[in-house]
């Protein structure tokens, strides 16, 4: 079950993987040797060899994406490549792609991440654009039906879409191709917050076709902590800006692209997380990742089943949305952070519970090193809560 690959402490039922990830041993041990590396020499290993080990880092995960590595660049969390993404769309000139006029708007759900959201909010004050956010009828039903319901939010004036491919506290895969396809043939720039998704379902950049794509690589792929990366497509790559202004830009020594030239050298800072993602596919890809995904699945969708049957609430979606993790709502009432302090300190169980449009949530989270065992003391802590409650 993968549990001694993982530094988790025994003493805990760690049900909350989705919020920071974990890292297993092998992938931990390879941070820790170009670690090693760096402080043995670091002139050698920042002066000289870092610009030629990052590409090859980038080249790594580009074929786990399936796209160049030229055009990914490794960030420390979606946020941040957001942030850069925003940042160039408040500076952009009118004749660039980026470039929104006061009143146009930017189309999200009502699904999305705080952290995005505010954001958003952000460059509408600074802007002068509308940050619209289209409510998405729960349950899901069909793909067709989503698009259909998100479609409704466009308007003359959208010129770009936000969405998640996985939603953070709702956990579910939003079925975001058609919403990309028709975007394209609407000439809306599409942006994907996909901080769920590389190493949690099948991600193809190529095939998916969005503008731009940025996801979390210690999540899912379970690589070092700090470790994401933001796609662009490459014709919109001579319009951004750099996030932070340093020897990348008007480089004396210019790299593959211009993209990475602009966010890859910050100077002084440690790359060995993003160093050590190679590792982090190389670990899920000979451990048959794809069985243990199908596995937590089925442990996700047995165990939302079993916490509706308690409450007798509604869940959000058919199983085909779920993958490794799944939100249930709980009874009115009950109090997100007095359950969730119950539930680690009298039974050792970390899983996080929060408010979602006012309603309680419990979102749980299984990855390799997790059991059906794990699963059943939630169920009866779950079950011993509200029968003391009734």
């Not at 708007?105 to 004050?125: N, Q």
């Not at 993602?277 to 699945?297: G, L, M, S």
């Amino acid at each position: 079950m993968f549990k001694n690959d993982f530094l988790l402490s025994p003493e805990v039922i760690y049900l909350n993987h989705g919020s920071f990830g974990a890292c297993p041993r092998p992938v931990m041990e390879q941070l820790h040797a170009w670690q090693r590396r760096m402080e043995s020499q670091p002139t050698a290993h920042l002066g000289r060899d870092i610009l030629a080990l990052m590409q090859e880092a980038r080249a790594a995960l580009g074929a786990y994406l399936n796209v160049p590595g030229r055009d990914v660049v490794y960030f420390s969390n979606p946020t941040t490549a957001v942030n850069a993404v925003m940042r160039s769309m408040l500076t952009a000139p009118p004749d660039s792609p980026l470039h929104l006029e006061p009143g146009d708007e930017i189309l999200t759900s009502d699904h999305e991440y705080g952290a995005m959201v505010r954001t958003w909010r952000f460059f509408a004050k600074h802007s002068g654009a509308r940050l619209v956010a289209q409510e998405i009828p729960l349950p899901l039903t069909t793909r067709k039906a989503f698009a259909e319901a998100f479609w409704e939010g466009v308007t003359s004036r959208t010129r770009v879409i936000f969405l998640s491919h996985i939603t953070s506290q709702t956990a579910l895969i939003f079925p975001v191709e058609e919403v990309i396809r028709r975007a394209q043939a609407a000439g809306i720039l599409t942006i994907i917050d996909g901080a769920h998704v590389p190493g949690h379902i099948p991600l193809d950049l190529r095939a998916l076709g969005a503008d731009i794509y940025t996801g979390a690589l210690h999540k899912w792929l379970c690589a070092p902590k700090g470790t994401a990366f933001l796609y662009v497509r490459p014709e919109l790559q001579p319009y951004l800006e750099p996030l932070v202004v340093s020897w990348g830009y008007e480089s004396e020594q210019p790299g593959e692209s211009q993209f990475v030239d602009y966010f890859e050298w910050q100077g002084t800072r440690d790359m060995s997380p993003f160093l050590s993602v190679p590792a982090a596919i190389a670990y899920q890809q000979a451990n048959d990742w794809e069985a243990v995904r199908a596995r937590c699945h089925a442990l996700a969708v047995e165990t939302r089943e079993r916490i509706n049957a308690l409450t007798g609430e509604a869940a959000f979606a058919p199983p085909e949305y779920l993958g490794q993790m799944a939100s249930v709502q709980l009874p009115r009432g009950r109090e997100p952070a007095a359950l969730q302090t119950l539930l680690r300190e009298k039974y050792r169980i970390e899983v996080p519970v929060f408010y979602w449009k006012g309603h309680p949530v419990l979102r749980v989270s299984f990855q390799g090193y997790n059991t059906p065992q794990d699963a059943e003391a939630l169920v009866e802590a779950l079950r011993e809560d509200f029968a003391g409650r009734q």
